[in-house]
């Protein structure tokens, strides 16, 4: 398939999911055609990078850009710690985890999650680079499908934290 990199599915119980992740010019292509909350964090994400690999954390201040109805649909991740499983939700908009923002990744209910969800935010740490994927699963008794941007944002050459944005398409 064309733009994929990879694609995982998991179940565990009656839980379970399918995650493809695309190159990042699928991002491009797709979100900007549906002018997504994706797409609109991407442009300031790459505004504010200046021909960096990724913004410095500080020259990238979101609040003011985000309308009111974006905000429920953007998180944001402090990478900083070596252990992904530490790595802690700032700030998180969705329905489906009310309960993890200010824990750390390891804490989520669903240990599918927990593993797919550290693992991604490790990738884009690391490369410094966004990070664009399709999610479909049930999980914590709540099934969605949606689109999910990372984009990483650092001090110097490392990343110490990760902006995301999602695409709802469907959710019980």
């Given at each position: 398939?064309?733009?994929?990199?990879?694609?995982i599915?998991e179940?565990?119980?009656?839980?379970?999911?399918?995650?493809?992740?695309?190159e990042?010019e699928?991002?491009?292509?797709?979100?900007?055609?549906?002018?997504s909350?994706?797409y609109?964090?991407?442009q300031?994400?790459?505004?504010?990078?200046?021909?960096?690999?990724?913004?410095?954390?500080?020259?990238?201040?979101?609040?003011?850009?985000?309308p009111?109805?974006?905000?429920?649909?953007?998180?944001?991740?402090?990478v900083?710690?070596?252990?992904?499983?530490?790595?802690?939700?700032?700030i998180h908009g969705?329905?489906?985890?009310?309960?993890?923002?200010?824990?750390?990744?390891?804490?989520?209910?669903?240990?599918?999650?927990?593993?797919?969800?550290?693992s991604?935010y490790?990738?884009?740490?690391?490369?410094?680079?966004?990070?664009y994927?399709?999610?479909?699963?049930?999980?914590?008794?709540?099934?969605?499908?949606?689109?999910?941007?990372?984009?990483?944002?650092?001090e110097g050459?490392?990343?110490?934290?990760?902006?995301?944005?999602?695409r709802?398409?469907?959710q019980?």
């Amino acid at each position: 398939m064309l733009g994929v990199i990879d694609r995982i599915e998991e179940q565990d119980g009656l839980e379970w999911q399918e995650r493809i992740t695309y190159e990042f010019e699928q991002l491009l292509l797709r979100e900007k055609a549906a002018q997504s909350d994706i797409y609109h964090l991407f442009q300031l994400w790459n505004e504010a990078r200046g021909g960096e690999l990724f913004p410095n954390e500080n020259s990238f201040v979101v609040g003011n850009q985000i309308p009111e109805e974006l905000s429920r649909r953007i998180g944001l991740a402090d990478v900083t710690p070596d252990d992904p499983g530490k790595y802690q939700m700032l700030i998180h908009g969705g329905r489906t985890f009310a309960g993890i923002q200010g824990r750390p990744i390891e804490e989520f209910p669903s240990r599918l999650n927990v593993e797919l969800v550290a693992s991604e935010y490790w990738r884009c740490k690391f490369s410094g680079a966004p990070f664009y994927s399709e999610i479909d699963q049930n999980l914590n008794c709540s099934t969605r499908h949606y689109f999910r941007g990372l984009f990483p944002v650092g001090e110097g050459s490392k990343v110490t934290k990760i902006f995301l944005a999602y695409r709802l398409i469907s959710q019980d």
